[in-house]
């Protein structure tokens, strides 16, 4: 695996784009930011600035959310450490 990569490497490798503004699914489905729904991006469980400059860590915890902030706490919630068992 490579080391020093950011996230956005990672998406633009699948034929997504994702910046602090927009998700960009490979199919061409926009998530921006606007109105009651908006772009959320957490490392560790903790809200990130950098977006898509993201460098990754072993074991690290990602959650990209979209939407309003009703259902955040469930989903960090539902990041599993599997990862380190393997």
Do not use: R
């Not at 490579?2 to 994702?18: C, H, K, N, Q, R």
């Not at 960009?24 to 977006?51: E, R, S």
């Amino acid at each position: 695996h490579a080391t020093g990569v950011p996230l956005w490497i990672f998406f633009e490798s699948v034929g997504m784009d994702f910046n602090k503004d927009c998700l960009t699914l490979a199919d061409g489905q926009k998530f921006c930011n606007g109105g009651v729904n908006n772009l959320k991006f957490y490392v560790n469980g903790k809200p990130n600035d950098t977006w898509g400059n993201y460098v990754f860590n072993d074991l690290d915890k990602i959650l990209i959310s979209y939407g309003s902030e009703a259902n955040l706490i469930q989903q960090l919630n539902s990041i599993t450490d599997f990862a380190k068992n393997h």
